[in-house]
């Protein structure tokens, strides 16, 4: 069974920074795509930046690049988003799941076998 959980969100200022920690289990190979996913109330769920494991290639909306990292702490099972450069649009609930990732197709989207956990809340103050 594949969980994967998000810890961490917060209150942030305009300019500010915050990690989000996704916390994956269950996976037996590198043949999969971790992918941060955001939400608006009233708006569709968007793709936000991904990692593919079986060669660590990674892409970003156009929305964050130059702004959001995303890395992986293999030995903890941890993928994390490093957002800087925060904004009051990137105010938002952010998922991970399992993810679609192709940066040639600029694709992030989920996993057909990808479901979606509760999220973390992460504000930002103008």
């Given at each position: 069974?594949?969980?994967?959980?998000?810890?961490?969100?917060?209150?942030?200022?305009?300019g500010g920074s915050l990690r989000?920690?996704?916390?994956?289990?269950?996976?037996t190979d590198d043949d999969y795509a971790i992918g941060w996913f955001r939400q608006v109330p009233g708006k569709e769920r968007e793709g936000v930046s991904c990692m593919y494991f079986g060669d660590g290639?990674?892409?970003?909306?156009?929305?964050v690049k130059g702004r959001f990292t995303i890395s992986s702490d293999n030995a903890k099972n941890t993928v994390y988003l490093q957002m800087t450069r925060l904004k009051p649009e990137d105010?938002?609930?952010?998922?991970?799941?399992?993810?679609?990732?192709?940066?040639?197709?600029?694709?992030?989207v989920l996993a057909e076998s990808g479901s979606w956990g509760q999220g973390t809340q992460v504000?930002?103050?103008?």
């Open positions: 069974e594949v969980q994967l959980v998000e810890p961490g969100g917060g209150l942030v200022q305009a989000l920690s996704c916390v994956a289990s269950g996976f290639s990674t892409h970003y909306a156009d929305s105010t938002a609930v952010y998922y991970c799941a399992q993810a679609v990732c192709d940066s040639d197709y600029d694709l992030i504000t930002v103050s103008s």
